[in-house]
Each structure stands twice: as C-alpha cells, then as structure tokens.
C-alpha cells in the first residue's frame, strides 16, 4: 500500500484475495481506488474526500475498500484504470467491473456511492461487466509487410499540427517513439516537435521534461516528471542531435540526464518519479530555493531503469558524456544484481513485487542490448529474452503481460502492445549482437501477432511501424574491434539509428555494414567509414 494511505480516513485493505473474500462473505461491493505518487489530484482526493469522517464511514460500512499504488502493480492499473489517476473504481467480489471514475470532489463521490449502491442492491453480481481488453484470447494477427510502414507514414502527415508542431489538436504529448520514427521519414515534423518540446515541457531551472501540455499550442503543462518518460526524451533529443547536429537537442538532453542523476538518483539507481506541484513550478529560481522540493518516489522500478540505461547510453555514444556513461553503468549494475534472478525480472525491490511483468522484461532487456552495442557489455541480455520467450510468448506468437494468476481480473492476460514493441525492438537488436535468428523468428511472430489490426494504428503507436520496418530490411554494422575505440566510436554515431551496432572484439578491424546479409560498405578507418556510408 502506498505512502500516502495513512492520511486518509479509509481502512483500507491490501489488494488480493482475502480482500475479495471478504467482499463475498460480506455481501458489499469493493471499492478499488489507484493512485500513484506523483498525482497531486490523488493527493487532493485524499484529502477532500478519504480524509472526510462522514464519507469515510460511508466507505467502511458499506463497501471493502482496497488502496493500490499503480506503479507497483502494474497489472491491477492496465485492469482496472479509468484512463487517469486517482481511479476509483467499484467492483463485484468477482472483480468484474460495476462503475468507475477519476478525480471525483465530495459531491460527486456521494453521487457515484448512491448509483453503485443502487446497481448492486437491483442487480448484485450481476451489475458488474468484464473491460473489453479482456475478453479476447488474443490480438488480431496478420502478415508482416510494408504496407505497415506507409499506414503509419500516413498518419504521421495526416495527423501533424503544422502550426504547433506535435500530433493532434488537442492535448499534447511529446511521443518520443513517434519522434524516432520520423526522424528518417518526416524529419521536418521531427524536428519541430523536438524544438516545441524542448520549448514548452523542459523546466530550465530544476531540469527534466514535463508530462505533457494540456493545451494544443503545448501550454498549461502537466507538470509531474517521470523517470520512464524523461529517459525516452533523453534517447530522442539524443538521435535527433545525432541526425541534425543541433546543439539545443544536445543541451536538452544533457539537462535532463543531469536531473535524471541528481533529483531522481536513488543512491544505487533511478527513482521513479517527482511529483507536480504548480504553485512551485511556476516560481522562478531563486523563490524555489526557499520552498520544498516537490515530492521524489524514490522506488526503483526495473522497467523505467531499463529505460534510462537506454537513453543516457545512446547520449554518451553521440557526445561521450562520461556522466551519462557512469550513471547508466551504475545503474545497470544495480538492478541486474538486485532484481535479475534466473532472467526473470523482478519489477522492484521487495516481498509484494511482481515479477516477470513484460513491461520490465522488455524494457531492462532494451537497456542491456543498448549496453552491449555500445559498452560491449551485454550482462544477462541472454537469459532475459530466453526467460520472456519461454514464459510470456503464448502460442499464436504473442506475449502475456504477467502470469495468468491473481485476485479479481487478475487472471485474465492481457496482451500490450507497448511492452510487445519494445520486447521485438530488443530482440532484433539481440538477433544481431549474437548471430542467434532466433530471436528475429521471436520478434516477427511477436509482431505479427498485432499485424490484423496496423491499419487502426496511429501516430502515438507509431513504433510498432518502426520495429516492422527494421524486421523486413534488417541491417547491422558489425566493427571488428572491441568497444570503445575509434572506429566503433565513429560506427555509433554514423548508423542510422534503427541499424545494430555490433562490436566484435574478435574481428579483423574492419566495420561492415550488412543489409540482410550482403555486405554493402566496409572501411578500416573512421573517415573511411564515414565515406563509405554516407557515399562522401
């Protein structure tokens, strides 16, 4: 249960089984609620509503109320959320859902207890139903092929703002992925999303990116920073300084692993999150000084560190920051000793953690790939993909987000396509780096498992088009020179990103870049390599 709990007047339960049980011998309804650390609305609500005596009475008596942190439990949060947090969420003691909402004040927190009691004394059980996402065994599955590619290219032109740059007219979310995919496709909308991000959603004081803009011209930001999300714009801004050579993506960049390493290092790793707080946001530097820093989950979660080894390490091998090397070292380090057993990966540290969650397998398992292709150091990339394929791929070629056990929906898989791309992406990276096609055959099925329903796909999605496109025109540009000298240097910063950079420490000093398998440039020299890829 999280931090937060005791300042509420809620006797809350822990998430689980006897909770459910409790419902069922009770005759009552269970009220979930899901909060997270950094939401301000799910600190507002706790005070405004779970900290008022008379409506937490009416909690107690009438339901079993049950409190769960969402980023601890990933699982509970892609069942039951409400598309935001807090989510309140009303359910049978089956865990089927009656009704749920997000940020609620007091009166309308008396208005939804009156409807649920009124669903459940009519109906009972009955008035609860399962979420769509769980009904079906499993995604649409179809055939891999170019067309992929064109949908999403056609989205990126149909959806961008031309005035403000981003995609959409409404709110504004800086899609790092999306960014990567059109910085060879549609480099001008790249670039004026990078320069609208770093504009609006960089805090030039304390440093770190904001979650999003409210507003279509990016303003009004939402301003909590999450570990998971700085570290994908860090990997951006750094393939975006790669392909342009813009000094601000560079500096943006470097901000951002300065606070990734300063307000959000736990000691041994990166912390998940910092908290939004307007009031302190919107002061300038010397006012913040006196104030109390917003507040820092400082939880070390697999996935977002797995995201942070990627990006600070993609920095280092365009700019050679010896800081972002140093911290995404120590970092790997970290949770590879404390949270990798066996390949399996814990989700953090602790008794109650879930562990081989796709999400964190996937996401560590791109850090250590990442690694290996530019430290040389691959760590226990190996058993991590082996223990994800043998555990979480199903029959069909998709993955399950968990084990198929727990309370309430818990049981039931879900198939996510986030964790599905960054586990393909990480395999055809690993294919590459071992000579295993193995893994390649594990990241076609994978995406094919989704292919039947590319054609809905938009723009916010758009690496799924990305890890199609690299699966049917694989390259890789193998050094014959361990990591770290001057032509693997000179390799990372010249392959276009979506290419495997393979330091063969075994090699005759040559790097050869390979399309499929025919050689198609070769050099011995960096300002050779430099030539024979660029055609110079």
């Avoid at 009552?28 to 650390?37: E, G, I, Q």
């Avoid at 609620?104 to 399962?130: C, H, N, Q, T």
């Avoid at 714009?233 to 470097?254: E, Q």
């Avoid at 697999?302 to 942070?308: E, I, Q, T, V």
Wanted: charged share 30%.
């Amino acid at each position: 249960m999280d931090e937060f709990a005791a300042e509420t007047k809620v006797e809350w339960r822990e998430w689980g089984a006897a909770a459910f049980e409790r419902a069922a011998g009770s005759g009552k309804p269970v009220l979930l609620s899901l909060t997270v650390a950094w939401s301000p609305e799910c600190r507002a609500m706790d005070r405004g509503v779970f900290g008022e005596p008379r409506i937490a009475a009416n909690i107690n008596d009438g339901f079993v109320p049950v409190r769960v942190d969402a980023d601890r439990n990933s699982r509970v949060r892609e069942r039951y959320t409400m598309g935001g947090f807090p989510s309140t969420v009303f359910l049978t003691p089956e865990g089927e859902v009656i009704t749920g909402a997000t940020f609620l004040g007091p009166d309308g927190f008396r208005g939804i207890l009156d409807s649920v009691r009124e669903s459940w004394d009519a109906k009972g059980a009955a008035a609860g139903s399962i979420p769509r996402q769980l009904r079906d065994e499993a995604p649409p599955a179809g055939e891999l092929r170019p067309r992929i590619e064109e949908h999403m290219i056609e989205q990126l032109l149909g959806a961008f703002d031309e005035e403000y740059g981003g995609w959409g007219t409404d709110v504004k979310f800086p899609l790092p992925r999306t960014v990567e995919f059109a910085l060879v496709r549609a480099r001008d909308q790249a670039t004026r999303t990078l320069e609208a991000v770093r504009t609006h959603l960089l805090d030039t004081y304390d440093g770190g990116f904001f979650r999003y803009g409210t507003g279509r011209d990016w303003s009004n930001p939402r301003r909590e920073k999450l570990t998971d999300e700085n570290a994908a714009l860090v990997r951006a801004f750094a393939h975006g300084y790669r392909y342009t050579g813009t000094d601000a993506y560079r500096d943006a960049a470097r901000r951002t692993v300065e606070y990734l390493t300063t307000d959000l290092w736990s000691g041994e790793a990166f912390a998940a999150s910092q908290a939004g707080d307007d009031d302190y946001y919107q002061l300038g530097a010397s006012e913040r000084e006196a104030r109390e820093v917003p507040h820092v989950d400082e939880t070390v979660f697999a996935d977002r560190n797995g995201l942070a080894i990627d990006g600070l390490l993609w920095f280092h091998a365009y700019t050679d920051d010896e800081r972002a090397e140093r911290y995404a070292r120590r970092a790997r380090d970290h949770v590879c000793d404390a949270l990798v057993e066996g390949g399996e990966v814990a989700h953090y540290a602790g008794d109650d953690s879930d562990a081989g969650l796709l999400s964190d397998q996937a996401q560590l398992l791109q850090g250590l790939t990442t690694s290996w292709q530019v430290l040389g150091e691959g760590g226990p990339a190996e058993a991590v993909a082996d223990w994800t394929i043998e555990n979480r791929q199903q029959g069909t070629g998709a993955f399950r987000d968990g084990p198929d056990t727990g309370a309430g929906l818990c049981g039931r898989s879900l198939h996510p396509l986030d964790a599905t791309v960054e586990l393909a992406d990480a395999l055809v990276d690993l294919a590459a780096l071992t000579g295993e096609d193995r893994y390649r055959e594990v990241a076609t099925e994978a995406v094919e498992s989704f292919a039947g329903a590319a054609e809905r796909m938009g723009v916010e999605v758009a690496g799924y088009a990305g890890v199609a496109a690299r699966l049917l025109d694989p390259q890789r540009l193998v050094v014959g020179t361990e990591a770290g000298t001057d032509l693997h240097r000179a390799a990372l910063r010249l392959a276009d990103h979506e290419t495997t950079v393979v330091p063969d420490p075994d090699g005759d000093g040559t790097a050869r870049r390979y399309e499929g398998e025919t050689v198609t440039a070769e050099a011995s020299a960096p300002a050779d390599l430099e030539a024979a890829l660029t055609g110079d």
